[in-house]
């Protein structure tokens, strides 16, 4: 197992590290000088990198590929606010010194119960065609399998192995509380919106050595994808309602919310606005709980920018956290001093404490951290 993670950069700022990586992807460029440089994103189970080599260049430029496996040496630095490895050395690992539980995140919940989960909410269903519907998804051997595997996203939330399976029982539940507030919102029809909703993902993406498109997810997105798995499960319900279809057919394209964000379709009935913001907002929960979990370690409770959600995040609980006020209270599991001398007799101390330095350090970061009102392109969507 490897020492160094993508996710401990804000431990070795400015410091040299060896690890190794698996190129997620490949650019070679020209220089000002019309020399070529190397453009890489490296990546491992904890995130992504970009790495950049100036240097001995034509040495390497053909020694390895994208989704290869390299050991690098390198300088860990940042650039507009982001962390970048500097490349001084690399080489191509073997396929024996490869252990690929380091570069694919995975699940840390159990994959057989959430599959359960999953299923016993489908049995709850009242309505026979949604239920017969969903069941004919998840008993398919290919579709099951796949389903248990696949990312919900290639990087933005959920990125990782079980992170579909994961995200959709989450919406699931989130979906189950709604419905109770809302008496109108037929409850079978926003649950199977929520488990086909990405399902065309476990075609859109691979995740062999690293999460990247397909070649047919990025011409066709799982969108259409999606469309297509519902036309052909379809054919097995010759009496399934063309009314019933309509509206699934309206929840897959319309589930992104916004023509921006890649719905050909805005939501046009309850459960369609329904699953487009539940669908939303388990996304963004989970890439804030992504960060504060990769930035655990800071000191102070705000974390780095957000490109993903276009802002520097505020760990409430680190902030809330009680703090340190003074060495006294720092030092208050420390051996008990010494009693004085049985003549009464005292020896000079300083009992002042001083206030830890920390604490106004903390304060400069949290008063400094760019608070950004925009609303960029980047918004996330998946």
């Given at each position: 197992?490897?020492?160094?993670?993508?996710?401990?950069?804000?431990?070795?700022?400015?410091?040299?590290?060896?690890?190794?990586?698996?190129?997620?992807?490949?650019?070679?460029?020209?220089?000002?000088?019309?020399?070529?440089?190397?453009?890489?994103?490296?990546?491992?189970?904890?995130?992504?990198?970009?790495?950049?080599?100036?240097?001995?260049?034509?040495?390497?430029?053909?020694?390895?590929?994208?989704?290869?496996?390299?050991?690098?040496?390198?300088?860990?630095?940042?650039?507009?606010?982001?962390?970048?490895?500097?490349?001084?050395?690399?080489?191509?690992?073997?396929?024996?010194?490869?252990?690929?539980?380091?570069?694919?995140?995975?699940?840390?919940?159990?994959?057989?119960?959430?599959?359960?989960?999953?299923?016993?909410?489908?049995?709850?269903?009242?309505?026979?065609?949604?239920?017969?519907?969903?069941?004919?998804?998840?008993?398919?051997?290919?579709?099951?399998?796949?389903?248990?595997?696949?990312?919900?996203?290639?990087?933005?939330?959920?990125?990782?192995?079980?992170?579909?399976?994961?995200?959709?029982?989450?919406?699931?539940?989130?979906?189950?509380?709604?419905?109770?507030?809302?008496?109108?919102?037929?409850?079978?029809?926003?649950?199977?919106?929520?488990?086909?909703?990405?399902?065309?993902?476990?075609?859109?993406?691979?995740?062999n050595r690293s999460f990247t498109y397909t070649t047919r997810g990025q011409l066709l997105g799982h969108m259409i994808i999606e469309l297509e798995m519902l036309q052909a499960k379809l054919a097995l319900f010759p009496d399934f309602p063309t009314e019933l279809k309509t509206l699934i057919e309206h929840l897959i394209i319309s589930h992104h919310g916004e023509y921006e964000f890649g719905s050909p379709k805005l939501p046009m009935f309850p459960e369609a606005l329904m699953l487009h913001y539940l669908d939303d907002l388990d996304s963004k929960m989970e890439a804030m709980r992504a960060q504060f979990e990769r930035e655990a370690d800071l000191e102070s409770p705000w974390t780095s920018f957000n490109s993903s959600l276009g802002r520097p995040l505020l760990d409430s609980a680190k902030f809330l956290k009680p703090k340190i006020n003074s060495e006294a209270e720092r030092n208050i599991d420390a051996p008990t001093a010494p009693a004085p001398p049985s003549n009464g007799s005292m020896a000079a101390s300083d009992t002042t404490a001083e206030n830890s330095p920390g604490l106004e350090v903390e304060a400069e970061t949290a008063a400094a951290a760019p608070v950004q009102v925009r609303f960029p392109d980047s918004w996330m969507r998946k």
């Open positions: 197992m490897k020492e160094f993670y993508i996710s401990d950069c804000v431990r070795h700022e400015n410091k040299v590290v060896t690890s190794t990586f698996v190129v997620v992807a490949k650019q070679i460029k020209p220089k000002k000088t019309g020399d070529p440089y190397l453009a890489l994103t490296l990546g491992d189970r904890s995130g992504q990198l970009e790495a950049k080599m100036w240097d001995n260049v034509e040495e390497v430029l053909e020694a390895f590929d994208q989704d290869d496996f390299l050991k690098i040496k390198g300088l860990v630095n940042k650039y507009k606010n982001r962390f970048q490895l500097t490349i001084h050395k690399l080489r191509k690992l073997g396929e024996s010194e490869i252990d690929f539980a380091d570069y694919l995140p995975k699940t840390t919940k159990n994959i057989d119960a959430l599959w359960q989960t999953l299923g016993e909410f489908v049995a709850s269903f009242q309505d026979p065609h949604l239920k017969a519907l969903v069941q004919a998804f998840m008993s398919d051997p290919e579709v099951s399998a796949a389903y248990r595997n696949a990312p919900a996203a290639k990087t933005l939330h959920h990125a990782y192995i079980g992170g579909l399976l994961d995200h959709v029982v989450s919406l699931f539940k989130s979906c189950d509380l709604m419905v109770k507030n809302y008496p109108q919102v037929n409850r079978d029809l926003l649950l199977t919106g929520a488990f086909l909703h990405d399902i065309g993902k476990i075609y859109e993406l691979t995740y």
